[in-house]
């Protein structure tokens, strides 16, 4: 008996075609048949997307790129933001109850939540524990504990909690700002990692010579420049999150983007508190 071959489908036949010119070799498909990959369309055969031909595969990965990261701001600001509202609760419980007064008279617990912070952040920055799940979440959820005593301390021994709510709506008006900065300007702030390293250098200083000399005038000034300087590294870490410039952070380090920020923007508002008091002194 015969062999008996399958006749080859029309479009199949098409496919086999090639057409060598000058130029190089093309592959002919149906003019009619349009193959779609993820939110992109185009017509042509889908071994196009996988052997570097056509010329819409680069815009593909940039775009498959830019939903990654659009997912990843999304996934640190979500942390952040649950951070602040954690941070903000302990606040209005210190300068709107009793709680603010128990902190004042048991600094010891304010102590050991500062060292605590201290331990815990070492923990996500120089360890590996910022990358490794559960422990990047405990760790940091550990620390925004931590910091949040340590803060609510600090507004408790404000005389007046009028000074921290101002403190508060300045520091979010200055925040939003700086961000929206950071998204749309075309400065790098990223490749000034050695500007950035020598303000705290100088601000270190400043806060060893207030500390020997205590003085109202040098903590003023310790209190602007501390803003001034934060608001700059807040700008460097945000655009680091967004990913386009020298600089930036990979998809795992969700956690490390977190704290960074949220010292960037919790600095600053003690700073400002503290500026504020001086102020109204």
Request: hydrophobic residues 50%.
């Amino acid at each position: 008996m015969a062999d008996f071959q399958q006749p080859k489908n029309q479009k199949d036949m098409h496919y086999e075609r090639l057409d060598v010119e000058a130029v190089g070799e093309e592959i002919k498909v149906p003019q009619d048949q349009e193959y779609s990959r993820g939110s992109h369309s185009r017509k042509g055969h889908p071994r196009d997307y996988f052997n570097g031909e056509s010329s819409h595969s680069g815009s593909f990965c940039r775009d498959i790129d830019d939903e990654v990261r659009g997912g990843f701001i999304s996934k640190v600001y979500g942390i952040i933001s649950f951070q602040l509202i954690v941070t903000a609760v302990f606040v209005l419980l210190a300068i709107g109850t009793g709680f603010g007064h128990w902190l004042l008279r048991n600094m010891w617990f304010s102590i050991v939540c500062m060292v605590g912070a201290i331990i815990t952040e070492i923990m996500i920055i120089c360890c590996k524990y910022g990358r490794v799940v559960p422990q990047n979440y405990i760790c940091l959820f550990s620390f925004t504990f931590f910091e949040s005593i340590v803060v609510a301390t600090i507004c408790a021994s404000v005389n007046s909690p009028f000074i921290v709510l101002v403190a508060a709506f300045m520091t979010c008006c200055l925040v939003l700002t700086l961000t929206a900065y950071a998204f749309y300007t075309k400065e790098d702030f990223t490749a000034c990692g050695s500007v950035a390293w020598v303000m705290l250098s100088s601000l270190l200083i400043l806060a060893i010579l207030m500390f020997v000399f205590p003085s109202r005038i040098l903590h003023i000034i310790y209190c602007t420049a501390a803003t001034l300087i934060f608001s700059f590294i807040l700008i460097a870490d945000t655009q680091m999150l967004k990913g386009d410039k020298e600089e930036r952070f990979g998809e795992d380090d969700y956690i490390l983007a977190a704290l960074m920020i949220y010292i960037d923007i919790i600095t600053i508002f003690l700073q400002l508190v503290q500026l504020l008091a001086q102020a109204s002194d």
